[in-house]
């Protein structure tokens, strides 16, 4: 299949794959900090948005998009305002209502899958540090000059999908079963409440300073 990149390819860029999967990251820590106050299915669905957002990185990384909002000073500067914003809100949101969505809470709604869904997209589609990787790390497997290169992109870009579900499903399996030990100490779930504020926080100024380069 033309769109298919050979094999050697594909083996260097799944080992790189798996190196980025396991970088902590925004996204990582939403749907693990998701699944410790909310069970599983909403760690899996945050985890599906942020991968959904990765089609989309793919997608602009293709058509010439993130190129443009990285050459565009303004464009750039509010992608990082809002994207550093949302993790300061997602950072607030565990201080002020984290323990109050632990696993013992039986009363009232939760988070719904949707809205899981569209947090994980929303954490990855709002970082600028995402379009500046995606720019340089999925064209250099592909050279400029294969009219099948639109195709092997877009291959390329599910298979990162792929390798991702492969590496980040365990780690929400993992906080899953550590949820159990919050259930049996609210202190426990209170120092996790600040942690997960406290890393939102961090990503969200490592946002803020990143310059387009």
Not at 102 to 131: M, T
Not at 143 to 172: E, N, Q, R
Request: overall charge positive; charged content about 10%.
């Amino acid at each position: 299949m033309p769109f298919v990149p050979d094999p050697t390819t594909l083996v260097q860029f799944a080992i790189a794959s798996i190196i980025l999967a396991i970088t902590p990251g925004p996204d990582m820590t939403l749907f693990v900090s998701r699944t410790l106050s909310q069970g599983r299915a909403v760690g899996l669905a945050s985890m599906a948005g942020a991968l959904c957002g990765t089609l989309v990185h793919t997608t602009l990384v293709v058509v010439g998009i993130s190129a443009l909002i990285v050459a565009s000073p303004m464009a750039f500067l509010a992608l990082k305002i809002f994207g550093a914003g949302y993790l300061v809100y997602l950072a607030w949101q565990a201080l002020a209502r984290g323990s109050a969505f632990s696993p013992e809470r039986k009363k009232g709604p939760g988070i719904s899958l949707f809205r899981s869904w569209a947090a994980g997209l929303g954490v990855n589609l709002l970082n600028p540090k995402v379009i500046l990787f995606f720019m340089p790390f999925l064209p250099q497997f592909v050279s400029a000059h294969d009219p099948h290169a639109p195709g092997k992109l877009f291959f390329l870009g599910f298979l990162f999908v792929a390798v991702s579900i492969f590496v980040t499903t365990p780690m929400v399996l993992a906080a899953e079963r550590f949820a159990n030990a919050m259930k049996a100490s609210p202190r426990i779930t209170r120092i996790v409440d600040y942690l997960f504020a406290g890393v939102f926080s961090a990503f969200a100024l490592k946002i803020i300073t990143a310059q387009a380069k």
